[in-house]
């Protein structure tokens, strides 16, 4: 349980708008009656995503914050603050919901994360063909050395 000192000055709980998600994954804001989505998030498969969430009680009432996917109680520091992370090894989004509660009152957060599947490099070859910097190149000295009546010396390179 953590305990905040001094009331604070919350503002007001705001949500997202549920397009890129599911709606069945983000359950509703027992206070508002709302979808409770607070922040989207793009991610690459295998990449760990840290999250840094805020609690806040506007009269400081002690509170208890949790994961409502682990059941774990959460830390949180002198300011409000807690951290989790969310990782994913295929592609998809991964759903995390937060509960707080100042034993009176109950309130959700749902952070989503988007795991991209992480695109590989591309290898090519870089063929001399009409069109190509080298071949237009190579044809400008072929231009100038018939231009200029001197021929190109073997090792000549254009830069």
């Known amino acids: 349980m953590s305990t905040l000192a001094l009331a604070q000055n919350c503002g007001d709980q705001t949500f997202l708008p549920l397009d890129d998600v599911d709606a069945n994954q983000v359950p509703m804001d027992p206070v508002s009656q709302e979808p409770c989505l607070v922040r989207f998030i793009e991610a690459k498969v ?3 995503v ?4 805020t609690a806040c009680d ?3 009432d002690p509170m ?3 994961r409502e996917d682990t059941g ?3 830390a949180v520091d002198p300011n409000g603050v807690f ?3 969310v990782t994913s090894p295929v592609p998809g989004i991964v759903y995390t919901t937060i509960g707080a509660t100042d034993g009176i009152v109950t309130r959700l957060a749902t952070y989503a994360v988007r795991f991209r599947a992480n695109q590989a490099p591309v290898l090519g070859y870089l063929d001399p063909e ?3 910097v080298m071949h237009l190149k190579q044809k400008l ?3 100038w050395a018939k231009w200029t009546g001197m021929p190109l010396s073997s090792g000549f390179v254009f830069q």
């Not at 840290?50 to 969430?53: A, E, F, S, Y």
């Open 46 to 48: 295998h990449g760990e």
């Open 50 to 53: 840290v999250i840094h969430g």
């Open 58 to 60: 506007g009269d400081a």
């Open 64 to 66: 208890i914050v949790w």
């Open 72 to 74: 774990e109680r959460m």
């Open 83 to 85: 951290t989790f992370t």
């Open 130 to 132: 009409p069109g190509n």
């Open 141 to 143: 000295l072929m231009v």
